[in-house]
């Protein structure tokens, strides 16, 4: 079945580092890949979303790309900040109504 | 453009109630989905509407029922309340040209009691 794997985390990192949080899929077809984000005593945000192969999905100064031949969706970004301490958590959609997300990986960002 | 909202925001129960939990989602979104968030079991899937037909379900128990107005309003029931239905859920709404795009609303906190 289709399913969604992520680093496990807590990921802790300084202030200014670079972050990439992985996650590889199985899928059957050729599905849409997200990544969200969860702030404390939030909902889910859309952070970005990448349709087909190659594809590089970006917003906030964070980027995914879609890689097909690796089956991965890598979250990067260039220099963290405290304020994107939050969980963030991959997600598939092939079709059939329903998106499989991953377990999350939690972020947390030194001063 | 007003959010995804979610009604109440927490609510405590005891066990054997049942509850009604209330989604309405973002102007011209027909589709709603539901899903249950605890710290072990991650985000699951409940089930997920569109024009008020149920198109999808998750592996929950017959407790666990929804229903979507004309409107495209959303409520999801539980009865029988259980220890382990205490949980965040969450509803997200989606676009018709956007499906697997989903925007979710705050939540409502479930604790059972």
């Known amino acids: 079945g289709n399913s969604v794997t992520q680093m496990e985390g807590p990921v802790t990192l300084s202030e200014e580092a670079f972050l990439t949080i992985n996650c590889t899929y199985t899928a059957t077809g050729y599905p849409s890949l997200f990544w969200y984000v969860q702030y404390p005593g939030e909902g889910l945000q859309l952070l970005l979303k990448?349709?087909?192969?190659?594809d590089k999905g970006s917003n906030k100064g964070f980027e995914a790309t879609y890689r097909k031949e690796t089956t991965s969706f890598h979250l990067e970004k260039g220099s963290v900040q405290v304020s994107d301490s939050a969980v963030y958590f991959c997600a598939l959609y092939t079709g059939g109504f329903k998106t499989i997300f991953g377990a999350g990986t939690r972020l947390f960002v030194k001063a | 453009k007003a959010g995804v909202t979610q009604t109440p925001r927490y609510l405590i129960k005891t066990r054997g109630q049942q509850v009604t939990l209330s989604c309405s989602p973002i102007s011209g979104h027909r589709s709603v989905s539901w899903y249950q968030q605890t710290p072990g079991q991650g985000l699951q899937f409940l089930f997920e509407y569109f024009s008020e037909t149920q198109r999808n379900k998750g592996n929950f128990p017959g407790r666990f029922s929804g229903r979507q107005f004309s409107n495209s309003r959303s409520e999801m029931n539980v009865s029988t309340l259980e220890l382990g239905d205490s949980a965040l859920y969450l509803c997200?709404?989606?676009?018709?040209?956007?499906?697997?795009?989903?925007?979710f609303g705050p939540g409502t906190r479930l604790t059972v009691t």
């Open positions: 997200a709404s989606s676009g018709n040209d956007r499906v697997g795009e989903q925007y």
């Open positions: 990448a349709t087909k192969a190659d």
